[in-house]
């Protein structure tokens, strides 16, 4: 027999019963049950009951076990009593009684509980992920995250990639995040960057020839931490190909990212037809440029409503240049109770409220309520409702003054109005291309121009566009893919021009020596025909959040990092040592804690 187990924990059935095992595993639980004790033996594929009475020669060693001790037993598979039978688990029709047990492993008083759900502060599970590990739900998690990065790999190999693996070690490249340096030995002075994306060299090989690339790529980035969103680095999908348009790059993903969704959803609807809508309808629908289209609300701007009106507060601010007013409809939102709730909501946001209207029925006649309603009149208010479309029992909520004031805050109104409402459809993934992002943006403060998105993108217009157009006008070929409110994917058509490139970076400020110094692999391979190509990169552990059904991308990431950047479990960041300080020719200015 082997040394340590002749089966797994979730091997054993029915057709084993008389048949001496051996097992090996961790020990979930105790239980006493009158003299009887009994053990749910736990490995990484299942869960064997063991039991020892006092006639079995185990009885005293059984009796010393605790909880998470790893240890081995010898014994015989014997059938259940059919009362006793546990369908929710495979080996449920049996349990084998012990005849032997070696500990393997002794564990010391746990500072978390592996079995049950019980919860326990961030700080706690991340410095003992070790242990938190070892529960049902994370073992679930990587298991998922395992075979979805699989099917990954087979999906992309089927569709004609070759996967190839670029370099860690490699120059700064922006981003629009800050790099994690890493310094040189040999050559004192200079750094060396972590890569935030594989996006220079991805480039570089459809200038070598390679068709069709595609990669499982580490990725790193100083970001401050999110709920969907690691601060230090995360994995992708990462993808290029050459001689396309960004039709043929969507046409190329979706089956694949479908595909997985499909496969890994647990029976969830997965959307079929994926909207393409262009970046500035996304902000003024749905507030975001990652709308969630489970959701059926769409904003509309409503100003003509309002201008003249007698609801002063709006009329005086439309009388501002690029101010103006969106309503959120709300089917069934049709009470004053959930309006002031709603209104509620919006203070919490930092706003002093939202307007609205809902319509009720008074003496068997429709009729529109709220204080917005008193103000400007039915005649106004009835022209509202059939823009919008709404009914008896529904309302619509108010919000005005610059768009870039208000749309984040109108965005997670609308969410939470979806949600309140019961209109978000939870069952399902729903996508959304959001296409034509602007190239560039202007920073509030200095109006300085900057890119806004990726700035190896192709501008839409080419050159002529921005020779003769405003920065701010100027669109890229630039796309995402939102999923449920999240960013799956990020991609473009590569700008493959050197001259459009040094007039793109340029207009952002960087003149034609900085971009060679900074990129000039890149700029000198473009002088040697390069092709025309693009690609995208999809978030793997944004992916398998979703398809777990997670709030926190902590909960599909193995060893995460805390909110501060630190992994607990092995103390890092960590202070270098004094040699190696001296052999990089470095040494740390103390930070001056006032």
Same mark, same amino acid.
């Given at each position: 027999?082997?040394?340590?187990?002749?089966?797994?924990?979730?091997?054993?059935?029915?057709?084993?019963?008389?048949?001496?095992?051996?097992?090996?595993?961790?020990?979930?639980?105790?239980?006493?049950?009158?003299?009887?004790?009994?053990?749910?033996?736990?490995?990484?594929?299942?869960?064997?009951?063991?039991?020892?009475?006092?006639?079995?020669?185990?009885?005293?060693?059984?009796?010393?076990?605790?909880?998470?001790?790893?240890?081995?037993?010898?014994?015989?598979?014997?059938?259940?009593?059919?009362?006793?039978?546990?369908?929710?688990?495979?080996?449920?029709?049996?349990?084998?009684?012990?005849?032997?047990?070696?500990?393997?492993?002794?564990?010391?008083?746990?500072?978390?509980?592996?079995?049950?759900?019980?919860?326990?502060?961030?700080?706690?599970?991340?410095?003992?992920?070790?242990?938190?590990?070892?529960?049902?739900?994370?073992?679930?998690?990587?298991?998922?995250?395992?075979?979805?990065?699989?099917?990954?790999?087979?999906?992309?190999?089927?569709?004609?990639?070759?996967?190839?693996?670029?370099?860690?070690?490699?120059?700064?490249?922006?981003?629009?995040?800050?790099?994690?340096?890493?310094?040189?030995?040999?050559?004192?002075?200079?750094?060396?960057?972590?890569?935030?994306?594989?996006?220079?060299?991805?480039?570089?090989?459809?200038?070598?020839?390679?068709?069709?690339?595609?990669?499982?790529?580490?990725?790193?980035?100083?970001?401050?931490?999110?709920?969907?969103?690691?601060?230090?680095?995360?994995?992708?999908?990462?993808?290029?190909?050459?001689?396309?348009?960004?039709?043929?790059?969507?046409?190329?993903?979706?089956?694949?990212?479908?595909?997985?969704?499909?496969?890994?959803?647990?029976?969830?609807?997965?959307?079929?037809?994926?909207?393409?809508?262009?970046?500035?309808?996304?902000?003024?629908?749905?507030?975001?440029?990652?709308?969630?289209?489970?959701?059926?609300?769409?904003?509309?701007?409503?100003?003509?409503?309002?201008?003249?009106?007698?609801?002063?507060?709006?009329?005086?601010?439309?009388?501002?240049?690029?101010?103006?007013?969106?309503?959120?409809?709300?089917?069934?939102?049709?009470?004053?109770?959930?309006?002031?709730?709603?209104?509620?909501?919006?203070?919490?946001?930092?706003?002093?409220?939202?307007?609205?209207?809902?319509?009720?029925?008074?003496?068997?006649?429709?009729?529109?309520?709220?204080?917005?309603?008193?103000?400007?009149?039915?005649?106004?208010?009835?022209?509202?409702?059939?823009?919008? !479309?709404? $009914?008896?029992?529904?309302?619509?909520?108010?919000? /005005? &003054?610059?768009?870039? %004031? @208000?749309?984040?805050? =109108?965005?997670?109104?609308?969410?939470?109005?979806?949600?309140?409402?019961?209109?978000?459809?939870?069952?399902?993934?729903?996508?959304?291309?959001?296409?034509?992002?602007?190239?560039?943006?202007?920073?509030?403060?200095?109006?300085?121009?900057?890119?806004?998105?990726?700035?190896?993108?192709?501008?839409?217009?080419?050159?002529?566009?921005?020779?003769?157009?405003?920065?701010?006008?100027?669109?890229?070929?630039?796309?995402?893919?939102?999923?449920?409110?999240?960013?799956?994917?990020?991609?473009?058509?590569?700008?493959?021009?050197?001259?459009?490139?040094?007039?793109?970076?340029?207009?952002? !400020?960087? $003149?034609?020596?900085?971009?060679?110094?900074?990129? /000039? &692999?890149?700029?000198? %391979? @473009?002088?040697?025909? =390069?092709?025309?190509?693009?690609?995208?990169?999809?978030?793997?552990?944004?992916?398998?959040?979703?398809?777990?059904?997670?709030?926190?991308?902590?909960?599909?990431?193995?060893?995460?990092?805390?909110?501060?950047?630190?992994?607990?479990?092995?103390?890092?960041?960590?202070?270098?040592?004094?040699?190696?300080?001296?052999?990089?020719?470095?040494?740390?200015?103390?930070?001056?804690?006032?």
């Amino acid at each position: 027999m082997h040394a340590f187990r002749s089966h797994t924990c979730a091997d054993l059935n029915s057709s084993h019963v008389g048949q001496t095992v051996r097992l090996s595993g961790w020990v979930n639980r105790v239980r006493d049950h009158g003299g009887i004790l009994f053990i749910d033996l736990r490995d990484h594929y299942g869960i064997t009951q063991i039991l020892a009475d006092p006639d079995s020669p185990a009885f005293k060693d059984v009796e010393k076990v605790r909880a998470e001790w790893c240890i081995r037993i010898d014994g015989e598979v014997k059938a259940r009593a059919a009362a006793l039978v546990n369908p929710k688990i495979p080996t449920g029709e049996v349990e084998v009684f012990v005849r032997g047990l070696e500990v393997l492993g002794a564990s010391e008083e746990l500072p978390l509980q592996v079995f049950g759900d019980q919860e326990y502060p961030e700080e706690t599970r991340l410095k003992y992920r070790f242990l938190d590990l070892r529960r049902e739900k994370l073992q679930r998690n990587m298991v998922l995250r395992s075979d979805v990065v699989a099917s990954m790999r087979q999906r992309m190999w089927a569709r004609g990639f070759k996967e190839f693996q670029t370099p860690i070690i490699t120059a700064s490249s922006p981003e629009g995040a800050r790099d994690f340096l890493v310094p040189s030995r040999q050559h004192p002075g200079k750094f060396y960057a972590l890569p935030q994306a594989p996006q220079q060299f991805k480039q570089l090989l459809m200038v070598s020839g390679f068709d069709k690339y595609f990669q499982i790529a580490p990725c790193f980035r100083d970001e401050d931490p999110r709920a969907d969103r690691s601060p230090t680095d995360f994995y992708q999908l990462d993808l290029e190909m050459s001689f396309v348009e960004q039709q043929d790059v969507f046409d190329t993903i979706q089956p694949v990212v479908g595909g997985i969704f499909e496969e890994f959803g647990g029976g969830r609807t997965v959307d079929q037809t994926w909207e393409q809508i262009s970046y500035k309808d996304a902000a003024l629908w749905y507030g975001t440029d990652k709308p969630d289209l489970r959701n059926p609300i769409r904003m509309q701007v409503v100003s003509e409503h309002f201008k003249g009106s007698g609801f002063a507060i709006f009329a005086k601010l439309l009388e501002n240049e690029g101010t103006e007013i969106r309503a959120i409809p709300a089917p069934t939102g049709g009470s004053r109770k959930f309006c002031d709730r709603m209104n509620a909501f919006a203070q919490k946001e930092g706003l002093p409220g939202m307007g609205y209207i809902f319509w009720r029925e008074t003496d068997g006649v429709m009729e529109a309520a709220g204080p917005l309603a008193k103000n400007i009149g039915p005649e106004r208010t009835e022209a509202i409702r059939q823009q919008l !479309g709404l $009914g008896l029992g529904d309302a619509a909520f108010f919000l /005005g &003054g610059k768009p870039g %004031a @208000f749309e984040k805050v =109108a965005g997670r109104a609308r969410t939470e109005i979806g949600t309140e409402l019961g209109l978000t459809d939870l069952n399902r993934f729903a996508f959304a291309w959001i296409v034509d992002f602007p190239m560039y943006e202007a920073d509030e403060d200095s109006g300085k121009i900057d890119f806004s998105h990726n700035p190896f993108s192709m501008p839409q217009g080419g050159m002529q566009a921005l020779e003769n157009s405003d920065p701010l006008d100027v669109l890229g070929y630039q796309y995402d893919l939102a999923c449920n409110g999240y960013e799956l994917i990020s991609g473009a058509i590569r700008n493959h021009k050197p001259e459009i490139m040094f007039k793109a970076f340029d207009i952002a !400020g960087y $003149g034609e020596d900085e971009v060679r110094k900074r990129f /000039g &692999g890149m700029v000198n %391979a @473009f002088k040697y025909g =390069a092709p025309p190509h693009g690609g995208c990169a999809a978030g793997i552990d944004r992916i398998v959040m979703l398809l777990a059904d997670e709030a926190n991308i902590r909960e599909v990431i193995l060893f995460p990092m805390n909110q501060r950047a630190e992994d607990l479990m092995m103390g890092a960041p960590s202070e270098p040592m004094n040699e190696q300080m001296r052999e990089l020719g470095l040494r740390v200015i103390p930070q001056d804690k006032a």
